[in-house]
Nanobody
Framework: QVQLVESGGGLVQPGGSLRLSCVVS????????MAWYRQAPGKQRELVAGITSGGSANYADSVKGRFTISRDNAKNTVYLQMNSLKSEDTAVYYC????????WGQGIQVTVSS
């Protein structure tokens, strides 16, 4: 079965940086479009960034210019580099892999607080 495991979250001060990683196992990674979603308390889950199997990226307006999504097909891993973090970036971040159907990671907490 396809499994997604996120890592790299934690507590960071405003203006700081974190890099999230998501390792995909159980399938051929390169065929999937990958994405990062996040869900803050009391809010709906939202798309943060996505990257196609061909490497084209897109971002939510709220993170554009601060976050960078990338993938390493040799390592079956997608990354989310988060710079200039703000308190409103605090959320559980979920990795998503999609081809015909979508698969989700369990999520990882990112807390931005002074």
């Amino acid at each position: 079965q396809v499994q997604l495991v996120e890592s790299g979250g934690g507590l960071v001060q405003p203006g700081g940086s974190l890099r999230l990683s998501c390792v995909v196992s159980g399938s051929i990674f390169s065929i999937y479009a990958m994405a990062w979603y996040r869900q803050a308390p009391g809010k709906q889950r939202e798309l943060v960034a996505g990257i196609t199997s061909g490497g084209s990226a897109n971002y939510a307006d709220s993170v554009k210019g601060r976050f960078t999504i990338s993938r390493d097909n040799a390592k079956n891993t997608v990354y989310l580099q988060m710079n200039s973090l703000k308190s409103e970036d605090t959320a559980v971040y979920y990795c998503n892999a999609r081809r015909i159907v979508a698969f989700w990671g369990q999520g990882i907490q990112v807390t931005v607080s002074s």
